[in-house]
């Protein structure tokens, strides 16, 4: 079945810092690839995401490209902020035919904090 | 893109009892679905919710203990029925606009005592 693999955390970092989040994901086809972010107390954000291979998703700093040879998503920002610490989560879906999509898998989440 | 709204953001119950959670979009979307984020964990696909038909659940999850109603194209709820402790988590819904991209509402926030 299709799966989605994060790296293991928490991953605490210091303003400024380089940020990767690393993500595999196994699965037979070409999925659409996503990065969500859970800020405390919250619900899920779409931070960006990726439909084919070699697409690169970006958004508010962060970047992740769909590479296919390797399956892997990693999520990136060059300096990051107080304001980044939150969950962020990986996840794949697959289009089951026409406009009807299948389920969204998730990783387990990286939890993400970054001290000033 | 959707909003999504839920009602109530938290709640805490006593066992035994059951909670509707309410889920509002701001547009039409074709399909609805309803998440258990355990604490410190991912998330769980509960069922999936069309409207005009059943709801379809996903294997450890039954009607009984969480029915589901989507009486149209923006509205639907979840009903955690029952409740024991081990109910308690944050229930999210999401909604897809016939893409492959599914928008989050903010969580209900369950306690079970």
């Known amino acids: 079945g299709n799966s989605v693999t994060q790296m293991e955390g928490p991953v605490t970092l210091s303003e400024e810092a380089f940020l990767t989040i690393n993500c595999t994901y196994t699965?037979?086809?070409?999925?659409?690839l996503f990065w969500y972010v859970q800020y405390p107390g919250e619900g899920l954000q779409l931070l960006l995401k990726?439909?084919?291979?070699?697409d690169k998703g970006s958004n508010k700093g962060f970047e992740a490209t769909y590479r296919k040879e390797t399956t892997s998503f990693h999520l990136e920002k060059g300096s990051v902020q107080v304001s980044d610490s939150a969950v962020y989560f990986c996840?794949?879906?697959?289009?089951?035919?026409?406009?009807?999509?299948?389920?969204?898998?998730f990783g387990q989440g990286t939890i993400l904090t970054v001290h000033p | 893109s959707a909003v999504i709204s839920q009602k109530p953001s938290r709640d805490i119950c006593q066992r035994g009892t059951s909670l509707t959670i309410q889920c509002q979009v701001d547009?039409?979307?074709?399909?609805m679905f309803w998440y258990r984020q355990q604490p410190g964990q991912s998330l769980t696909l509960i069922a999936t919710?069309?409207?005009?038909?059943?709801?379809?659940?996903e294997s450890g999850f039954v009607i009984d203990k969480f029915p589901i109603s989507r009486p149209n194209l923006t509205f639907s709820t979840l009903t955690v029925s029952n409740m024991s402790p081990e109910d308690s988590s944050i229930y999210l819904c999401?909604?897809?606009?016939?893409?492959?991209?599914?928008?989050f509402g903010p969580g209900t926030r369950l306690t079970v005592l």
């Open positions: 919710a069309n409207q005009g038909s059943e709801a379809t659940y």
């Open positions: 996840a794949l879906i697959f289009r089951a035919g026409g406009t009807s999509y299948g389920k969204l898998t």
């Open positions: 999401s909604a897809s606009l016939a893409t492959d991209t599914q928008y």
């Open positions: 699965a037979t086809g070409y999925p659409s």
């Open positions: 990726a439909t084919k291979a070699d």
């Open positions: 547009s039409q979307v074709t399909m």
